[in-house]
């Protein structure tokens, strides 16, 4: 069953849309603006990130820091975690 799950995750994070995405940010209170939306979209687009693995996490949070800044990163990382907690798949992240 993990690897269903797993495969769901890659497939949501590559077509995650800027729109999307913006929409997350407002939702947990993450400052993003639209711009920074396009570039983060893009960016998972064009890269396959599994997001399971803690060096690929840090790559995508580095990135993420580049085009926002380290508190958006930051803040992004503890909700991704708190995340895994609720939906109980901490067995599937390394």
């Not at 913006?22 to 396009?38: D, R």
């Not at 396959?48 to 996490?57: E, F, G, K, M, V």
Request: proline share 3%; glycine share 2%; hydrophobic share 35%.
């Amino acid at each position: 069953m993990n690897g269903f799950k797993k495969m769901i995750l890659l497939r949501k994070l590559q077509s995650l849309d800027p729109v999307t995405l913006y929409n997350y940010a407002k939702q947990y209170e993450i400052p993003l603006t639209k711009e920074q939306a396009e570039k983060i979209s893009q960016h998972l687009k064009n890269n396959s990130y599994d997001p399971t693995r803690a060096s690929d996490r840090t790559q995508m949070l580095k990135k993420l820091a580049q085009i926002t800044d380290l508190k958006t990163a930051q803040k992004c990382q503890q909700i991704f975690q708190k995340l895994i907690k609720e939906y109980g798949i901490e067995d599937m992240f390394q």
